[in-house]
């Protein structure tokens, strides 16, 4: 048999294995969605392109197995229904169906959303260099989402490229909402969930925050400017900021670059074997940010505005409103857009599950699915993509939901533009 006969009877002998992992991994049968294939896969979860039956419309179904099982699977799981049960924006990604299935470790979780082309991980790598007007146009989506959900004191905690969802025509959802959680000062993450959370796949340590690696009492959404900083960053120079493969690796590069930290927040590392990690490193100079990011080297307010958003200290990095009224931005948005409020009881809901007992969890968790089969999420629907050049708004003071506000925003399209990009994005 030819060489090429074999590697062909290879391929179509891994297509049939993943059909099967598939279909034993993912499970849905007697929903209304037929799975198609795996689109990604994480620490909690997988995700699978699908289609409704009854309308043969695609989505993307997220599968949250034995999502009841421990208490932090319970509460991550629940954390991200009630963000996503309650938002309605366009950066962000909408939920259109929460369904279980019984599990022999506990229940799973399905999460139906709108099926997205691609990532922006993808496009960092998959591609060429990645013109400045698209990566402002992606950075403002970023923004735009996040000052969404902070105005409701809730801090995403885990953005990275794979997590921002993007489509050929430059719309980007954020997704992936299962470490958000309420942006409380000066809280220190329980011993279950932060072993998780420094062990996570080591993808997430190059978005990681220094008050996260240091094991510092958080500082509300400054966690994910951090994050934006970074995926700012990479988006210019196609590699990963600080890329650290360890806890350990990760401290080293950031001090390397950044500059040995203050004794203001050695003092706040809860853990002793990190700060001695830390002091053993010793004295580092402060990298200036023309050397780190060269593409950039004569960019004043690029540099500027990653080096605000990069502060190790937390206290003194800018915040989602004032980096999206940057300077850099002054190009492509030369006004802000005013946006709805995020629902409260987003806030409401997320308080009330970080106190439950385990039992308590699994029970809210059993609620909030079977609630969601009298929900209407059509009201998620918010398909309006923004595009440089953008100046206004027209939301209305006097609309009655989020929903409506979202339906009355109008945007001056730049088809042309759109149409470059999709054909250069994706084809």
């Known amino acids: 048999m030819p060489a090429t006969a074999q590697a062909f009877n290879r391929i179509l002998d891994d297509l049939a294995r993943r059909q099967l992992l598939l279909d ?8 209304s969605y037929e799975a198609i294939r795996n689109i990604g896969s994480g620490a909690f979860g997988i995700v699978c392109e699908a289609v409704e039956t009854n309308s043969g419309k695609k989505v993307a179904i997220k599968k949250i197995g034995h999502a009841s099982a421990t208490p932090t699977s319970a509460r991550r799981t629940l954390r991200e229904i009630r963000v996503l049960r309650y938002i309605a924006h366009d950066n962000i990604v909408s939920l259109r169906d929460i369904f279980r299935t019984p599990g022999n470790l506990g229940i799973n979780v399905y999460l139906v959303m709108d099926l997205m082309e691609g990532n922006l991980h993808h496009l960092i790598y998959c591609g060429g260099p990645m013109e400045d007007d698209l990566i402002s146009h992606f950075l403002y989506q970023i923004l735009r989402g996040l000052r969404y959900i902070h105005a409701a004191g809730i801090a995403h905690r885990d953005l990275k490229p794979s997590n921002l969802l993007v ?47 240091f094991v510092m009492p958080e500082h509300s959404t400054a966690v994910d400017l951090w994050a934006v900083a970074c995926i700012f960053a990479e988006m210019i120079i196609r590699r990963e900021l600080f890329p650290g493969r360890s806890v350990s690796g990760q401290i080293k590069i950031i001090v390397t670059m950044l500059g040995a930290p203050s004794g203001k927040i050695l003092n706040q590392i809860q853990c002793d074997r990190t700060r001695r990690l830390i002091e053993n490193f010793g004295d580092h100079p402060v990298r200036p940010w023309n050397e780190i990011i060269r593409d950039k080297a004569d960019s004043i307010e690029t540099l500027d505005l990653i080096a605000k958003m990069a502060k190790m200290d937390p206290e003194e990095r800018i915040d989602v409103n004032e980096a999206i009224q940057h300077p850099y931005f002054k190009e492509y948005y030369p006004s802000v857009i005013n946006e709805q409020a995020c629902p409260f009881k987003v806030k409401m809901d997320m308080a009330a599950i970080e106190t439950l007992s385990h039992e308590g969890l699994v029970q809210a968790l059993i609620n909030d699915v079977r609630g969601a089969d009298e929900a209407d999420f059509t009201t998620h629907s918010a398909d309006v993509a923004l595009t440089p050049g953008d100046s206004s708004s027209g939301i209305s003071e006097g609309s009655t939901s989020a929903s409506e506000d979202l339906r009355q925003m109008t945007f001056s399209v730049d088809e042309t533009a759109t149409d470059y990009r999709k054909n250069r994005l994706f084809k």
Do not use: W
């Open 24 to 31: 034993f991994q993912f499970g849905a049968a007697g929903s």
């Open 167 to 213: 489509n050929g025509d430059c719309h980007l959802r954020i997704a992936d909402f299962g470490m958000a959680k309420l942006a409380m000062k000066n809280q220190v993450e329980e011993v279950e969930e932060h072993s998780f959370y420094m062990t996570q796949h080591i993808t997430t340590l190059p978005y990681r925050a220094p008050e996260l690696l």
